[in-house]
């Protein structure tokens, strides 16, 4: 019987991970690299962690981009559009969301305490929103408003409007606590079927 290779992983890959997960535990200053270096297996303080990244920085805006390329992948607005109903599209990007950042936590976690204190981080997450806003979610929108016949300009904020409850919602996943107890699949249905509404009136009346 032939053995299954397990994939080896490289040191680079496995002093990231480590590191998210010590970043998200401790904070980033209470973490120092030679804790990273053995967490990843590798000997305390002899080079390894120099070897694949500058600084403690770079590693938390690394695992930001990632994490932002699978969020812009796993969102297809063709795949989204093609289910041609307001309300199970919401879902479907709202889900996406969710998902996206319960797999990003640690990430999250990490922005949350630190992005105020490190200007290069705070603009790396900008930048991180900003692509995902203007690739998927801001497209979404301009599309959904054309086929309702809602009349607005102000596109961007309406986004802000639609979608600010989810990253709330999110926001309070991140701390354990869903806002007001609400049970996620209630939230979304309920959001979904609000939204939903809003693009079905504006369908029936054009000037509104």
Known sequence: MMKQRVAKVSSRERLLQKAIQLFSERGLRE??????????????????????????????????RRAAEEMIAEVRLDEVLSLKAPRAELLVIARALIRHAETYRPV??????????????????QSANKRLATLDV???????????????????ELTLLIFGPVLFYIYSLDR??????????????????????????????PGW
């Open 108 to 125: 999250r976690l990490i922005l949350q305490q630190e992005a105020r204190k490190l200007p290069a981080l705070r603009r790396a997450a």
């Open 138 to 156: 801001v497209p979404w929108v301009k599309n959904v408003l054309h086929r309702s016949g809602a009349a607005t300009t102000k596109v961007r």
């Open 31 to 64: 973490t120092t690299v030679g804790d990273i270096e053995e967490a990843a297996g590798l000997t305390r303080r002899a080079g390894g962690f120099y070897r694949h990244f500058a600084s403690k920085e770079e590693v938390v805006i690394e695992a930001l």
């Open 176 to 205: 354990a606590d869903p806002a007001f107890g609400v049970e996620t699949e209630k939230f979304l249905a309920t959001w979904a079927d609000h939204w939903a509404d809003w693009f079905e009136r504006g369908s029936r009346d």
